[in-house]
């Protein structure tokens, strides 16, 4: 193992003293200490009577110091050159996220930045689809189709009750169906009569529903259903069982008829 200077330092008063060649940190032979005074390398002054082979050691230490005191200058001179570079690039790219119009920074690394932890997406669900809603046919006031009509206009708003605000916009839109007949004469009526006083007729559906009955329902229809019924005249005749039997059970619901006895009698 090769030995360090301070080791290697024999105070030799009587013969000269030198540093061997592979104790230098450089690889170069050294120069004694008259050799460093003359080339102004060694500041260090020693007394006249000093022993050669400590002046040289001396010398050869102090020498030794110096290359080791630039070499540590010149590292913190490119430390701090790359540090100003790092600053500058980190300056523009911060100049880039603020104004993203600016042009890119030139010879600039890729910034590798982690992307933070996401979680897991919720697995998709599956979308409810609405069936396609059918608008209620015109309606032009003929009693034996009222009722088809109502029930067509409460089925669209029962599964479509995010079309309506509140129960005047139910009345209007089951109003856009009266086109003609008595039922566009009834209403007619109902805005004249807003006109004249300012207030709608009809404050909710369930008011609609009563006067559309009134208006525009059979009249009579249990007696005349119990009156078809209890008739000699009632009888298939010419039409299909199936057509006879659609009849007969509207009949019946009609008459409000529940005894079993009575509907095979009937039939």
């Known amino acids: 193992m090769p030995q360090s200077p301070l080791q290697q330092i024999r105070i030799l ?87 993203p119009s600016l042009p890119a920074v030139p010879n600039t690394p890729p910034l590798l930045v982690p992307s933070p932890p996401t979680s897991p997406s919720p697995a998709p669900t599956a979308r409810r689809t609405r069936p396609k809603l059918s608008t209620p046919p015109d ?67 369930g008011d609609f529903k009563q006067q559309f009955r009134l208006h525009f329902f059979l009249v009579n229809v249990e007696a005349d259903a119990i009156n078809t019924l209890e008739g000699t005249s009632y009888h298939q005749e010419g039409r299909t069982v199936d057509d006879y039997l659609d009849n007969f059970q509207t009949l019946v619901s009609d008459t409000g008829y529940t005894d079993p006895w009575t509907l095979v009698v009937k039939f």
Request: overall charge negative; proline content about 6%.
């Open 13 to 99: 008063k009587a013969e000269p003293w030198t540093i061997p060649v592979d104790s230098h940190p450089i690889g170069r032979p050294p120069l004694s200490y008259l050799a460093l005074r003359k080339n102004s390398i060694l500041q260090m002054s020693l007394p006249l009577d000093t022993p050669q082979g400590v002046a040289d050691a001396l010398g050869y230490l102090q020498h030794y110091l110096q290359e080791l005191t630039e070499r540590q200058h010149v590292s913190e001179n490119n430390i701090n050159t790359t540090l100003a570079a790092l600053t500058v690039q980190l300056q523009q790219l911060t100049q880039l996220v603020a104004n």
């Open 139 to 205: 309606f032009s006031g003929e009693r034996h189709n009222g009722r088809a009509f109502l029930n067509s206009c409460s089925l669209y708003i029962r599964l479509a009750p995010e079309q309506f605000h509140n129960e005047q916009e139910k009345i209007l839109w089951a109003l856009t169906f009266f086109k003609d007949g008595h039922a566009a004469k009834w209403s007619e009526n109902i805005f004249r009569q807003e006109a004249d006083t300012g207030v709608f007729p009809i404050p909710t559906w």
